[in-house]
């Protein structure tokens, strides 16, 4: 009923509801996915607005002619994009049906988090801050507001964070927390009641002692970076920190298909593959040249990409739709 609202009133998520609902139930239609890809391109700045321009990678997962899932680099020093400027990107998109959201990269979160809680996220499952830049700064904000915005909250994820107080959430089952090891004394999980997994790392291994005191009777599981402590009647884990250049970090498939710029008879062409960017131009009509440009990571790629695109754009270069 609301898609076909949707279409009447010439919205498009109407007609992208329609084309993922029947890929649910035909996941294999190649007609299918490839008209749900030419409309999401067609009518991308009707259904990402300004995330379209942005210059920092992205990732974007849709249900039902909804963001679901969105991942984002963030950039305390990019002068385009100020953590406060990525507040307002994501004050201004529609994503009452969010379940996850990812900030990567930034040093700072003042301003993503002041917009975070200034608004309400009904089915929000799922939030992620971090990983952040080696050696960056610390999200320095009250968490009492940002957890009270998300009441179906399962899992959160804090990098940095300088204030531990406020962890009161009925639902919270997982919690990840990378923070010092002196701030271990500082965590009172009595506000969480549902909470079962704990992850914890620190650059140095926390006092036992300390630790025993805070999880007796609140957490299940302990996972933590390195050594393992023996906690009794806590199960505790292991687990290895995940090398930055293996992670996704916001390079998408959709990241590699070939994105075309046409202006006055001449054309760019512009895709990534991993951590190389290629680059073709010429006139319209013939072979054209082609370099490529390698980078450190596929995260640097996907970076240099949507700044190639978004600095041709800039020029009066119209990105046109090319079928594969």
Do not use: C
Not at 50 to 72: I, K, M, N, S, T
Not at 265 to 279: E, I, K, Q, T
């Amino acid at each position: 009923m609301l898609g076909d609202a949707l279409v009447a009133a010439g919205d498009p998520r109407g007609e992208l509801m329609a084309l993922q609902a029947g890929l649910e139930e035909h996941p294999g239609d190649a007609a299918l996915r490839e008209a749900e890809r030419r409309l999401r391109f067609e009518h991308r700045h009707a259904l990402l607005g300004p995330l379209v321009d942005q210059a920092l990678p992205y990732f974007v997962a849709w249900r039902w002619g909804h963001v679901a899932e969105l991942d984002l680099a963030v950039s305390a020093t990019s002068p385009n994009t100020p953590t406060e400027a990525v507040g307002e990107l994501l004050a201004g998109l529609d994503l009452f049906a969010l379940r996850r959201l990812r900030l990567v990269g930034a040093a700072r979160y003042e301003g993503v988090m002041d917009a975070f809680a200034a608004r309400s996220w009904p089915v929000l499952e799922r939030l992620e801050l971090g990983p952040v830049n080696p050696g960056a700064g610390r999200l320095d904000r009250a968490l009492g507001p940002i957890l009270s915005a998300a009441s179906e909250l399962r899992y959160l994820r804090l990098e940095g964070p300088e204030q531990l107080g406020g962890l009161e959430h009925a639902r919270l089952e997982g919690l990840m927390l990378a923070i010092r090891p002196e701030q271990v004394d500082e965590l009172d999980l009595s506000g969480l009641p549902a909470l079962r997994t704990l992850t914890l790392r620190t650059r140095r291994p926390p006092d036992p002692g300390a630790l025993e005191r805070v999880l007796r009777g609140r957490v299940e599981r302990l996972v933590v970076y390195g050594a393992p402590p023996v906690l009794p009647g806590i199960q505790v884990e292991s687990a290895m920190a995940a090398d930055p250049a293996t992670d996704r970090l916001l390079t998408p498939a959709e990241q590699s298909v070939p994105r075309r710029f046409h202006r006055r008879g001449r054309f760019r062409a512009v895709r990534r593959s991993d951590a190389l960017l290629f680059v073709r131009e010429g006139k319209v009509g013939r072979p054209g040249l082609e370099r490529h440009e390698r980078f450190a990571t596929p995260y640097d790629a996907a970076r240099a990409l949507h700044a190639r695109a978004w600095d041709w754009r800039q020029e009066g270069f119209a990105e046109v739709w090319v079928p594969a």
